[in-house]
């Protein structure tokens, strides 16, 4: 497998064709972003942590039976994907209230949400990431009907693994958001599952274990993705 000419840039990662149409390789860049894009930084070694944290969860999910674009890793910043078409939609689960729903509905950080709340995002940063329902995605034909369908099933299916394997490594799961992307008919989970795109706390304490660290200048953000990688027994050697 041969890394060809770069496909795109995004935030935090890059995609690169290779000899074989039908992989990519994704690369962790130690680029951090919030407020799509209004505040960036490069933060040392947390490409590397994200690029592990990334497969160890993606193979997590592949065993409990949820189909990812993962193939392998590469090295300590590259990982093989399968090339996805994505949906450009973002599927948020909510545990915790927490982040822009607090904002949104005046409710207060930390309360429980049983059953866990699903949201939908455009992926347009131009429109800070409006939330949509599934009739503008399907208005607008962003996803086919059966896809909206999918997308809940596997993110709620997501929730169910990762929550328990947060929670035995002393974690709550406040929060996160998941791509989908086709390829070959089906749809498979894309892009990633790291401390950039989930909300993680440490169960007695509730010290903020995830990109609420850079977002509000709380320090040491990679020390603690890395604490969150050591945790959860993903090696970093
Ligand atoms: P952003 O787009 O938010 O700036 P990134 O820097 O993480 O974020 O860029 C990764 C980009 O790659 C995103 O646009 C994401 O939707 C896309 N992507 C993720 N997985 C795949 C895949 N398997 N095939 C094609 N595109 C993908
Ligand atoms: N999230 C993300 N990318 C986005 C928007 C949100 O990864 O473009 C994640 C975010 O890290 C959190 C969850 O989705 O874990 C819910 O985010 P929220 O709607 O609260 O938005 P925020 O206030 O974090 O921007």
Redesign the pocket.
Known sequence: MNKLKE?????????YETDDPDL?V?EY?D?T?AFD?GKMASLERKGRVNNRINAFIMQRLENAGVAT?FVRLLNDRESL??????IPVECVIRNIAAGSLCKRLGVEEGLELSPPIFEFFL?N?ELHDPMITDEHIRAFGWAEPEEVVQMKQLTAQINDVLAGLFADAGMLLVDYKV?F?R?GGRL?M???FTPDGCRLWDAETRRKMDKDRFRRDLGDVVETYEEVAARLGVDLS
Not at 81 to 86: E, H
């Open positions: 496909l795109a840039r995004g935030k935090a990662k890059t995609l990519l994704m860049r680029d972003s894009g674009h994907v399968k090339r996805l078409k994505m992926k940063d791509e992307g390829s498979l894309g892009d990633e």
